[in-house]
């Protein structure tokens, strides 16, 4: 249970901070006049800045609480590492999908939702693979330095 928390207030941390230099740093792109935390879309929802940039901080907060839980799937030692990406990819998946649609990432119709899982496969794809790539120059280290 100190395991769970202590990764869910990482996940929370890193979350909102995450979202908020994300949103910031598209501010600056646009160069917004006023903060916006979200797409226009998303705004147009809530009365104030104020409401719109807490709930964006709760949303951030709740993607970065996917992002971690979801990390626990590789601490399953007697899961294979093919089965352990495969419920990490899963986690991510279905508990992001919902959340960027909330933010106002994109709207939900069936092109978007296929742009925006296409682009989530071959970004998952990317880091997974620069993930297998460090572990196995990792592991090749550890077991040369075994063999002097």
């Given at each position: 249970m100190k395991k769970l928390l202590s990764y869910l207030l990482r996940g929370i941390t890193i979350g909102i901070t995450t979202g908020f230099l994300i949103s910031l740093t598209f501010a600056f792109i646009y160069q917004s006049k006023d903060y916006a935390p979200s797409a226009p879309t998303f705004m147009s929802h809530f009365s104030s800045s104020t409401s719109a940039t807490a709930v964006s901080a709760l949303?951030?907060?709740?993607?970065?609480?996917?992002?971690?839980?979801?990390?626990?799937?590789?601490?399953?030692?007697?899961?294979?590492?093919?089965?352990?990406?495969?419920?990490?990819?899963?986690?991510?998946?279905?508990?992001?999908?919902?959340?960027?649609?909330?933010?106002?990432?994109?709207?939900?119709?069936?092109?978007?939702l296929l742009f925006f899982t296409v682009i989530f496969v071959i970004a998952y794809f990317i880091i997974w693979l620069t993930s297998m790539t460090t572990a196995r120059h990792e592991v090749r280290a550890f077991n040369a330095k075994l063999h002097d």
């Open positions: 949303l951030w907060a709740l993607i970065g609480c996917v992002f971690a839980i979801s990390g626990l799937a590789f601490e399953v030692d007697r899961w294979s590492i093919t089965k352990q990406t495969i419920v990490h990819f899963l986690i991510t998946y279905v508990g992001f999908t919902p959340l960027a649609i909330l933010c106002g990432w994109f709207p939900l119709n069936f092109f978007w």
